[in-house]
Structures are given as C-alpha cells and as structure tokens.
C-alpha cells in the first residue's frame, strides 16, 4: 500500500482518519500541534483517489513517502571524526522524510584498507534492517580493491555512496558517485540531487524485495500488525523509546525487552491466530529489542515445532 503524509490544519483531520481506515488503509502517526496536523498513512493504490479528493477539500497538503514501512541501517567505516562524513547524516535524514525508519550505525573496524572488516555482531544488527546505506570516502583504489569486503556477505539489498566516478562496486545493489567525505552539509542542487538519486536507489531495492515477498505473502500486511500490537500493548509502550512499534518489509520492531515481553507477545491474538503461529519472534541484537517476522502463507500452521520455535533467544 503507498504511504502518504498529510499536512494541514487539525479542526478537520478526523474526517482524514475516518477515511483512512474505511479504505481499509493504515495509521501510522499522528502529530498535533496547536492547529497544525501532520498525518502518516498508507491506504490501497486503488482508493488514493479518495484520499487526494479529501485532502483538497480540506486545504491541505498530501506528499507521498515511496519508503514508508522500511527500516533502513545508514552505516559509516567508524564514528570517529574523520570517517564520519557529513553527508551520512544528510543520508539518514533524507530518507526519513521519504517515510523510512533510519538507524545510524558505526564500524568498530572499518577504517583503513587491508584492516577494514565487520564483525559477526554488527552483520547481524544491519540484516535485522530491510537495506543498508554504506557512506563512503573519496579514495578509488581503497573503495575498488578493500571496502566491498564490508558488505559482501550482507542479506539485505546494499546501496553504496562515494567520492569517485564508478560505474559500480562489487556486491552493492547501486553505487551513487560524488558523495564521499565531505567537511560539509549538501547545500547546492547537485548535492541534494544526489541524496534524491540514493532514495531511488533504496526505492528500487524495497520494490525488489516486495515483489519476492509477494511470491508467498504473509497473512497480513505488517502496518496491520503494528496497530494491532499497539491497540493491545499500548499501556507497555507508552512513554518509551519514540516509534515504539516500527515497521518493516516482513514484519515490526517492538521496543520492549525481549526477556519482559516476548511470551506475551506470542499469545496475542492476531487476525484469529496466536501471533507466535503466524510469526517468528526473536530477540534484537539493538538494545534487547523484540522482532517480530511473519511467516509467509506457507509455513503458518506447519505444526507444533514452530511454536515451539517461534520464541527463541
């Protein structure tokens, strides 16, 4: 389902909610502010129509967010001063306001050539994500010959940014050129245009994997299971971390702690099932959280040796 923010006034935002989840479509957040309303949804590709008309009718204003329901790791060779460019944090922030979720994640190893390398921990903590923004430098020989081997062996669809002019980078899924590491926030048109070409890249990549997904589905859509997760959990998650139920391409981040709450996670009814039946519940490698992976339609109800492994540490 496309994803939308809608901006206008709130004396009349009911009336969009109310809309919204007639078309059978999603809630994701709503933001009150004075008079002000800022609405995150996605509704049918069919039904946008009806939203565009309702959103003229009350004046405001309806842009669309093509990565909305995505969870995306922007990683940089360290955090240290001189391999945390700018432009990662230009990255992360331009994707958030095409809908994504962003995580800024720093090596412990990346810098240099022949030493640059990822551990164990970290490969896991950026395939919890749907894809990766690696931000680069400026250096041919040392992007060429040494740092694919950073992402080489990722799960998830890798986008890369750097300084020189290259076709492509072994194993990344699209390299942007002109963005390595800059003393600087992107000002100009051509920096900004290059963000604009890393959204399409991950776009791209979302879309590829969406359409896999679609070959064996699950049994309900994840931004379902965030309301519904909320709706029953809401006491827990109040007063939390902020997005306390993230979406993602297979499923949600719950951020509670896995040891608490992943049993009573399991036992919610779902769309007339336990949700540890139609979903893989493990613990998070980022701060103990909870992730919740819906089963495609082929493995639901494929006997008691997956609930007996749907909580696992």
Partial sequence: ???????????????????????????????????????????????????????????????????????????????????????????????????????????????????????????????????????????????????????????????????????????????????????YRARTFTEIGKLEEVARAVERALEERRRKLEQDPPLLSPLVLKAEIERKLGEVLRGGAPFPVTPQLRGVRVKLPFSRFAERLAELEVAGHRLGEIAEIRRSVMRDYILVHLLPLSRVGAGPGLIRGAVQG
């Fill in 1 to 183: 389902m496309p994803g939308f923010l809608f901006e206008g006034g709130g004396y009349r935002h009911q009336e969009m909610l109310e809309l919204v989840e007639d078309l059978g479509g999603a809630i994701l957040q709503v933001r009150l502010v004075g008079s002000e309303v800022t609405i995150t949804f996605s509704v049918p590709g069919e039904d946008v129509w009806a939203v565009e008309e309702l959103a003229r009718d009350l004046q405001g204003r309806l842009r669309r967010l093509p990565l909305l329901g995505s969870e995306i790791a922007v990683v940089s060779p360290t955090i240290t001063r001189h391999h945390l460019p700018h432009p990662l944090c230009d990255v992360a922030e331009y994707l958030r306001r095409e809908g994504a979720k962003t995580n800024m994640i720093g090596l412990a190893r990346g810098p240099g050539q022949r030493i640059c390398q990822i551990s164990e921990e970290e490969r896991r903590l950026i395939e919890e994500h749907d894809a990766a923004v690696f931000v680069l430098g400026n250096f041919e020989h040392c992007l060429r010959e040494h740092k694919w081997r950073l992402f080489k062996d990722l799960s998830v669809p890798v986008v890369v940014t750097g300084g020189p002019e290259l076709p492509s980078l072994p194993h990344a899924f699209a390299y942007i050129s002109g963005m390595g590491r800059l003393p």
